[in-house]
């Protein structure tokens, strides 16, 4: 009742915003808005005439003249400031409020920023120009919560959820339209990452303070990146080497035992390259059982983590080299377990799990003289080690894996017409051993794709592309996707997106989570590629209220499965069923969110989500298991005048979700049919100084906890125990504490 | 409810965390309201105005942010146009002559006061003095 309440109020607040809109007086006052453009040359910076300059969604502007200064006039609601000129990156402004003078430096030719070989964005924000429908999560925003990994990144975003796989090992997965993290392409700087046997745990391997921006796609994404995106795809850009600040630490602590620390620091090699070297060190020692189910909450774990890149940039040459290294043990299981002793029922159930990661990447990239020309090569080799053990049960798996993409680009008469086009190569070599049984598999796949981006420079925006794939395996395969951004005008935007992804399943790898449970994995025949449709449409629209933005976005997005790798565990409580789709798999999600800033320096976000996704499991169309049926979210963010002060609370309303069937099971260890809906709220103070900040938070404020997860805990080499059937947090409330220093 | 027994330590020590942890908790909610409050006095301050050498708008956004965590300072900004930087801060707190010296600690001439060279030194190419203006 209470989020009913929150639900009638939301709307009211809207519709009083929309009232308040109407009845606004547009000021007819048009200022003008004045400066110079440049370019960069060798002798460099120089003016340039002939530059056109409008306001974005319109059709009249001006053109700089011959020493390259431009006069425009500022209508009252103008926002976005077009510059453009052949031969160059379209850069969009955004008007200065308190200004009329501006004076802008043309970037070079749309190159390698296309492909991300080496990215020079900064954390702004997605322009309202993007065509794909991508939301970015900034350090700023990152800071608002002591995210210390990934997987902690998402506690703002009304879009990701996170939630535990299990009640024993940490595994973490995300949930992006209704459908797991496997379906959503994790990248990391635009190449394809934590994938194969780093799908459970590989949210915990990016730190939180090595990150600049995420950004978070909905629906199919472009063909260059691959065909793996099915329902998204999250795209991490970590700090870079040029940019970042010269020395950085971060510590954290959290009451419950966890212990963090982090640093970067950058050091300039000469004019055209830089070097910087980033580390991480993180530790729970302390054991702890607030619910008395005799197994401990979070598992025990070090991690050490180190990563080292260099950034080269040349007139016509740009590269990009790093590597990192991964180490991290992991302990959990009961309380009383001994892990030096050896296994067996009388020393009770305990999971360890080693892993060891080696990552490393080179992006070239050379830009021709024809403007907006380009070619880059893009190379990841990865090592992934984990040897592991839940109960009884060992699971050892290595993969190595190489990725490779060539891009070239181009326009086609004019840069209305863009084209990128190109060759992949992945290669995945798997080698996994499950208790006794061993299970190696090679895919190799090449690829070649083409993709068209059409702008017209004022509304519409068009990208379409196609890639053909061969698997050694499964054979040929094409992958169409399709982009459309069409803007009435710059307040008032529709994105359209459609388009086919693949992927082929790990099943080990990505239900670890499984193997923690006495369930039996009956694989019932040869999985074969997961193939989906992906459809969707956004609407964003932003009205000034009050002299400040109001934007509201509506997602609407369906996807529907041509093959899916089922994992059933509703067919038998004591197995889990794997096997190719025989049926209908559908998700369809839709989200309203929208962003105002209520008061002077409070800037609020709301959102709600409404998810229905059903699969044919044991026969019958069935709800999802554990996926909420709707989410509601409000983030509050206060920073005071100057910024000394920030305040950010976080609420969100998780709703009911369908549980696999336990109804076979003996009375003790049934579960309901539905677990109940919740709130979550998280809470952080941040104190800044001129280099330095602390912070003190609180997560699960509410010290709400999923009683009892682990099924049958107390007789786990009994066959009813089962720990992978989690609904909501298993710790209660954290307090954390952390400090940041910073030297630019 | 399978059950378990309850060592009543676990109890106790469970109270006094649950205590601390309120008192956490109301302090997080109190204390931005607070501050908020604080924020609307606005007596016993005063304005000052001080000519720079800033160019860019990345000198104005580097001087704003420094500024800001000088004693005392409640509001700060640099008008684009005249490079004029206009400081309110709290009256016993700091004055003129000690904020001119802390622009000039940044990199920038402040009134007749020159920049400190070795801070001017370190400053990005387009804020040296000399520099053509531009974003």
Not at chain 1, 558 to 582: C, M
Not at chain 2, 103 to 118: F, L, N, S, V
Request: a neutral charge.
């Amino acid at each position: 009742m209470f989020f009913l309440k929150i639900k009638v109020m939301r709307f009211l607040k809207i519709l009083l915003a929309a009232v308040a809109a109407f009845s606004l007086n547009i000021s007819t006052f048009a200022q003008k808005l004045s400066g110079t453009v440049f370019e960069i040359t060798e002798e460099g910076e120089q003016p340039l005439p002939g530059v056109n300059i409008y306001w974005a969604g319109t059709t009249t502007g001006t053109a700089s003249d011959v020493d390259g200064k431009y006069k425009i006039k500022k209508p009252a609601d103008a926002h976005d400031l077009v510059f453009s000129f052949v031969g160059f990156e379209s850069d969009t402004i955004h008007a200065p409020h308190n200004s009329n003078k501006y004076d802008h430096v043309m970037r070079g030719s749309k190159t390698l920023d296309e492909v991300s070989v080496v990215t020079r964005a900064k954390t702004n924000f997605v322009s309202r120009l993007s065509t794909v429908n991508a939301q970015t999560i900034t350090s700023g925003e990152l800071q608002k919560a002591a995210c210390c990994n990934l997987s902690e990144s998402f506690e703002t975003s009304a879009s990701v959820d996170v939630s535990y796989s299990d009640a024993v090992t940490g595994a973490k997965q995300i949930e992006l339209l209704g459908l797991s993290g496997i379906y959503t392409q994790m990248m990391s700087e635009n190449m394809p990452n934590l994938r194969g046997l780093a799908t459970s745990f590989g949210l915990g391997y990016v730190p939180g303070s090595w990150m600049e921006s995420i950004q978070v796609s909905k629906g199919a994404s472009s063909v260059l990146n691959g065909y793996e995106s099915i329902s998204g795809q999250i795209n991490v850009e970590y700090k870079k080497a040029e940019e970042s600040e010269k020395f950085f630490m971060n510590l954290y602590q959290s009451h419950m035992g966890r212990s963090e620390l982090n640093f970067n620091t950058k050091t300039k090699m000469n004019e055209h390259a830089h070097a910087m070297v980033m580390g991480h060190w993180s530790r729970n020692g302390s054991k702890h059982d607030d619910n008395g189910d005799g197994f401990l909450d979070d598992p025990l774990y070090t991690q050490y983590n180190l990563f080292a890149r260099t950034d080269f940039r040349g007139k016509n040459f740009e590269g990009q080299f790093g590597v990192k290294g991964l180490m991290e043990n992991r302990r959990g299981g009961q309380i009383g377990f001994d892990h030096d002793k050896p296994r067996d029922v009388d020393n009770g159930y305990g999971i360890e799990l080693l892993t060891e990661r080696i990552e490393s990447f080179l992006k070239t990239g050379f830009i021709f003289s024809r403007p907006q020309t380009s070619v880059g090569i893009q190379q990841q080799f990865t090592y992934h080690h984990m040897d592991t053990y839940f109960g009884l049960t060992d699971y050892e798996g290595t993969q190595y894996s190489y990725y490779g993409n060539v891009l070239f680009q181009s326009y086609i008469s004019s840069t209305k017409h863009t084209y990128t086009t190109g060759v992949s190569y992945l290669y995945d070599r798997y080698e996994e051993q499950l208790n006794d049984s061993i299970f190696n598999r090679t895919e190799s796949v090449p690829g070649v794709f083409y993709q068209y981006t059409y702008s017209d420079g004022a509304k519409l925006n068009f990208i379409a592309g196609l890639r053909l794939d061969h698997h050694n395996e499964f054979g040929f395969f094409a992958t169409p996707r399709l982009h459309l951004r069409y803007g009435f005008n710059e307040h008032n935007i529709v994105r359209l997106s459609a388009g086919k992804g693949y992927r082929s399943a790990n099943i080990l790898a990505e239900n670890t989570s499984l193997l923690a449970s006495s369930r039996q994995l009956v694989v019932r025949n040869a999985p074969k590629m997961e193939e989906a449709w992906n459809y969707g449409i956004n609407f964003s629209k932003h009205i000034i209220v009050n002299d400040r933005e109001l934007t509201i976005g509506l997602d609407i997005y369906r996807t529907d499965f041509i093959n899916q790798v089922v994992i059933d565990r509703d067919a038998d409580a004591q197995k889990v069923l794997i096997y190719n789709l025989d049926g209908t798999s559908y998700s369809n999600s839709i989200q309203l969110e929208a962003n105002y800033e209520l008061l002077k320096g409070l800037d609020v976000t709301a959102a709600v989500r409404f998810n229905d996704v059903q699969m044919t499991l044991n026969n019958e169309l069935q709800e999802k298991p554990l996926v909420n049926k709707y989410k509601g979210l409000i983030a509050l963010s206060y920073a005071t005048n100057l910024r000394k002060w920030q305040f950010d609370l976080t609420t969100q309303f998780n709703g009911v979700s369908r549980l696999p069937s336990t109804a076979s099971n003996p009375e003790a260890y049934r579960l309901d049919d539905y677990s109940p809906a919740y709130t979550i709220m998280n809470a952080q103070v941040t104190k800044f100084f001129r280099n330095w900040n602390v912070y003190l938070g609180a997560e699960n404020l509410t010290n709400y906890k999923q009683e009892n997860p682990i099924l049958a805990a107390n007789d786990p080499f009994g066959k009813y125990f089962d720990s992978s059937i989690v609904w909501g947090p298993i710790s209660g409330i954290k307090v954390y504490a952390g400090l940041r220093y910073t030297i630019e | 409810m399978p059950d378990y027994a309850i060592p009543l330590n676990n109890n106790l020590i469970h109270k006094t965390m649950k205590r601390l942890i309120n008192i956490i908790v109301l302090s997080l909610i109190l204390l931005p309201i607070a501050l908020m409050a604080q924020d609307d006095k606005k007596k016993k301050t005063e304005t000052v105005k001080i000519q720079t050498s800033a160019i860019c708008e990345d000198c104005k956004a580097r001087l704003e942010k420094d500024i800001a965590f000088e004693k005392g300072v409640r509001a700060v900004e640099l008008d684009e146009e005249t490079k004029i930087i206009s400081i309110t801060y709290k009256i016993g707190k700091n004055d003129k002559e000690s904020l001119k010296k802390a622009i000039t600690k940044i990199g920038y001439d402040a009134d007749e006061m020159p920049a400190d060279q070795k801070a001017h030194d370190k400053l990005p190419d387009c804020c040296q003095k000399g520099a053509t203006p531009h974003k």
